[in-house]
Nanobody, 123 residues
């Protein structure tokens, strides 16, 4: 059973940066598609970024391209989401998820979830 714990959320002004971490235990991140989702108040959860284990390709949602970067440190068994140039519309709970299936961009393709970390961007 893989357990994921997110950290690094908080309150930041628009234009600022945050770095989210997702620490894994009970399994190695190098063997999973690692994906960040987010859910804003009153909205559905959506994919933000993914790092696919089977081909090493990263994916970014259009609304974060050029601003966010996903990375993983296999030695620390941790995945990161560097978030720059934050906007008020980035305010959401950010979730880390892990899965091995082909549906890496879907919630249904994830086997394990963290509890989330809140990011609030003030204008």
């Amino acid at each position: 059973q893989v357990q994921l714990v997110e950290s690094g959320g908080g309150l930041v002004q628009a234009g600022g940066s945050l770095r989210l971490s997702c620490a894994a235990s009970g399994g190695t991140v190098s063997s999973y598609n690692m994906v960040w989702f987010r859910q804003a108040p009153g909205k559905e959860r959506e994919i933000v970024a993914a790092d696919r284990w089977f081909d090493g390709i990263t994916y970014y949602a259009d609304f974060v391209k050029g601003r966010f970067a996903i990375s993983r440190d296999n030695a620390k068994n941790t995945v990161f989401l560097q978030m720059n140039s934050l906007k008020p519309e980035d305010t959401a709970v950010y979730y880390c998820a892990a899965g091995r299936g082909q549906h890496w961009s879907r919630e249904s393709g994830m086997s394990y979830w963290g509890k989330g970390t809140l990011v609030t961007v003030s204008s």
